[in-house]
């Protein structure tokens, strides 16, 4: 018998005869026990399976019998094991493709540049690290001088395993990257300082600490103490999506690609990434109070984003989704054409900060959406008395101009047909001035039109001068502000546009959050008649051969030698005959199409799913605040920064400025290396030492935080 086939048979009646001793397995009947170097896996009171703890072969095939034998799903075997779920799963694969041999893990080619590095190597690397020298460069001296090439992860990898004595941090095994969740041991690290490379992330808890913003989920969303305080508790995963975020890695997946141990002092503990993180953030948005979380959440960004001025802006982003599913489809204005996809809602205000935000389940238009916005803001709390909200065309509605005037709110946005309505003579124009809160003027052509009703609304129609001399009229129903005001705050509306494009580069809104669905709204939409749509391409097709038939004639009267025309269709007149009868065939196609509906009304529901909203909606929510953050600091060190361009590129930067970190039970101190640039370096001194100012700054397990500058 062949090797192949040999091996086969023996995995077939080791799996039979496990399936007769352990029928219809479940999770509940398999308990793991630990030693301090052995592994035992019982089974309704049974060992099934024991081996060294780091005999990761054994452990290997302990999971695939389990799954192939017992049945258990690998979700719960890589929560049983403590593994990542992609883990377990390649393992399995591997075992279905080439046999045992899949089982084994190779690691000593993970870590060969490792080996390379003897003692004279790795005094060097510690020496050039010392005087500040980057990996690169300490990677080409080795080259020159020892003949050896080591890549620069590798001495960065090695550094923080065995640099201790230099001052470095000891990072996480690779392999513990296989698994879901990262284990900090904070008693290794108390009292003595740490080098961390995203020590200037710290920062970011005075934010939190001033917005509160963790407040309302970790008091809605019940939990066991236990819990509270590890890896997957609401507080820790919260952190670890809002840090991730800052950090620029624009999704769950790249969270791999933390420094495991830099990256647990920053949110003070263990943290869990890729799969365990999604599992995590499954578990809180399905708790019994995330509903009340978010609403809190949002409560409190409504008082934290009150300007005073009674504006806001309100658009929909719309975000296209590739997937397999059938979702509704939606407008895609970057693509100008209607796609499947998912649109988000934002309401932001004056300043560009976003103040909520909603998913449109069934995408329908931004009149609609606007109902529901100010209904929601109504529900959170905010008083709408007097509010102006301001929108594109694509809000204009008869409709959504009664319930804001309901409501008691006034809009303003751009005039919708407005030919007619920018046919002015020049000379009828005024000029105002705006002037802004730090003195700026802005100048404005003005003519404003008498104003007229619009169902039972008073509107007012103002005419401005445009860029290139074009007149542009928007539509208004304040009849308080000066027309110069009006104009200068509906300009200002592209704020909305630069907080889209920022977010979608710095911090991925685009993406798909989930692959899970559920039932589409209960809705009745209107949409184009498919039998419709049928015949209007077999009359196409018919005009084009028409079209065709009718060159063709064209072509052949023009090199034909008979003396007539009524000659030349006497000749042609099987040609002739042809195009009649094709123009017969389209007139009795458009007939029939006069019979048929242009549009049906269908129920969403019956045909359709969405993406599941919770998951996205909380993701979301989180990189809102991220953005509201930046926006904050931006506003703050332009008092420190003379060069306003700079300090956006310069906040950005102060994320992953390293440091040092020392800390123990009851104080966490930062000290951050120092910038490159003199004025950034003045510009960060003088922030801090107004953030050294408030003693009562503290992470969020209650440890005093300060935060200053190397000298």
């Given at each position: 018998m062949p090797v192949f086939e040999a091996e086969e048979?023996?995995?077939?009646?080791?799996?039979?005869?496990?399936?007769?001793?352990?029928?219809?397995?479940?999770?509940?009947?398999?308990?793991?026990?630990?030693?301090?170097?052995?592994?035992?896996?019982?089974?309704?009171?049974?060992?099934?399976?024991?081996?060294?703890?780091?005999?990761?072969?054994?452990?290997?095939?302990?999971?695939?019998?389990?799954?192939?034998?017992g049945?258990?799903?690998?979700?719960?075997?890589?929560?049983?094991f403590e593994l990542?779920?992609?883990?377990?799963?390649?393992?399995?694969?591997?075992?279905?493709?080439?046999?045992?041999d899949g089982l084994r893990e190779e690691t000593a080619k993970r870590y060969g540049n490792r080996g390379l590095i003897d003692d004279e190597v790795g005094k060097l690397i510690l020496t050039e690290k010392k005087t500040g020298a980057s990996y690169e460069a300490i990677s080409e001296k080795i080259r020159f001088s020892f003949r050896k090439k080591i890549k620069a992860e590798s001495l960065r990898a090695w550094v923080y395993r065995n640099g201790q004595s230099s001052g470095e941090l000891v990072c996480v095994d690779q392999l513990e990257m296989e698994v879901g969740q990262v284990v900090y041991q904070g008693e290794e690290l108390q009292g003595q300082w740490h080098r961390n490379v995203y020590a200037g992330s710290m920062i970011l808890y005075a934010l939190i600490q001033r917005t509160g913003f963790l407040r309302p989920f970790e008091e809605c969303i019940v939990e066991e103490f236990g819990k509270k305080n590890a890896s997957s508790g609401v507080r820790r995963v919260v952190?670890?999506?809002?840090?991730?975020?800052?950090?620029?890695r624009k999704n769950i997946e790249q969270s791999k690609h933390l420094l495991g141990r830099d990256f647990c002092q920053i949110i003070g503990g263990s943290f869990l990434r890729s799969q365990s993180l999604r599992y995590a953030i499954d578990e809180i948005v399905q708790a019994e109070g995330f509903d009340q979380a978010i609403e809190g959440y949002y409560r409190d960004l409504i008082t934290l984003t009150e300007k005073g001025d009674r504006i806001y802006y309100t658009d929909g982003h719309f975000s296209t989704y590739y997937g397999k599913y059938n979702v509704p489809m939606g407008w895609d204005a970057r693509r100008q054409m209607g796609h499947k996809g998912r649109n988000t809602v934002y309401l932001h205000n004056s300043a560009g900060e976003n103040v909520y935000l909603f998913e449109s389940a069934a995408n329908t238009s931004l009149s609609n959406d606007i109902e529901k916005l100010v209904t929601d803001m109504e529900k959170l709390g905010m008083v709408l008395k007097r509010k102006t909200l301001i929108f594109d065309r694509g809000g204009y509605s008869k409709k959504c101009f009664s319930f804001l005037k309901i409501k008691k709110m006034y809009f303003a946005t751009y005039l919708k047909c407005r030919k007619k309505e920018r046919e002015i003579p020049i000379d009828k124009f005024e000029s105002h001035n705006y002037k802004s809160k730090s003195g700026e003027e802005f100048p404005f052509l003005i003519f404003e039109k008498e104003r007229r009703w619009?169902?039972?609304?008073?509107?007012?129609?103002?005419?401005?001068?445009?860029?290139?001399?074009?007149?542009?009229?928007?539509l208004t129903s304040n009849p308080f502000l000066n027309p110069a005001t009006i104009i200068f705050y509906l300009q200002r509306r592209w704020r909305e546009e630069n907080s889209f494009k920022f977010m979608i580069e710095h911090f991925a809104i685009d993406l798909l959050t989930t692959y899970k669905t559920e039932s589409a709204p209960d809705k009745i939409i209107?949409?184009?008649?498919?039998?419709?749509?049928?015949?209007?391409?077999?009359?196409a097709k018919k005009k084009s051969e028409l079209v065709k038939l009718r060159e063709e004639l064209a072509v052949r009267a023009a090199s034909s030698k008979t003396e007539t025309m009524k000659e030349f269709f006497e000749q042609e007149n099987k040609l002739s005959f042809s195009i009649k009868m094709v123009q017969v065939e389209i007139d009795m196609l458009m007939a029939q199409r006069e019979k048929i509906a242009s549009q049906v009304q269908v129920n969403l529901q019956d045909a359709h799913v969405i993406m599941a909203q919770k998951r996205r909606l909380f993701i979301n929510a989180i990189k809102a605040m991220n953005y509201n953050v930046e926006k904050w600091l931006q506003i703050k060190f332009e008092n420190y920064h003379t060069k306003t361009d700079e300090v956006l590129s310069l906040i950005r930067s102060l994320w992953q400025q390293p440091g040092r970190i020392r800390e123990d039970v009851r104080l966490v101190e930062v000290e951050l290396e120092p910038p490159d640039g003199k004025?950034?370096?003045?510009?960060?001194?003088l922030f801090l030492e107004e953030l050294s100012q408030n003693r009562g700054l503290r992470m969020?397990?209650?440890?005093?935080?300060?935060?200053?500058?190397?000298r």
């Open positions: 048979a023996l995995k077939s009646v080791a799996t039979s005869t496990q399936s007769l001793l352990f029928p219809q397995m479940k999770l509940e009947d398999l308990e793991l026990l630990k030693s301090q170097d052995r592994v035992v896996v019982f089974c309704r009171g049974f060992c099934v399976f024991t081996y060294q703890r780091d005999d990761r072969f054994s452990r290997n095939y302990c999971i695939v019998q389990l799954r192939l034998a049945g258990i799903k690998l979700k719960n075997l890589s929560e049983l990542n779920y992609q883990y377990c799963s390649r393992i399995l694969a591997r075992f279905k493709s080439i046999g045992v952190l670890t999506l809002f840090f991730l975020h800052a950090l620029r619009i169902r039972n609304v008073l509107v007012r129609v103002i005419v401005f001068i445009g860029t290139g001399g074009r007149q542009v009229p928007i209107t949409r184009a008649n498919p039998e419709r749509k049928t015949i209007n391409q077999a009359i004025a950034m370096r003045e510009s960060v001194h969020a397990d209650g440890r005093l935080l300060r935060i200053k500058m190397m």
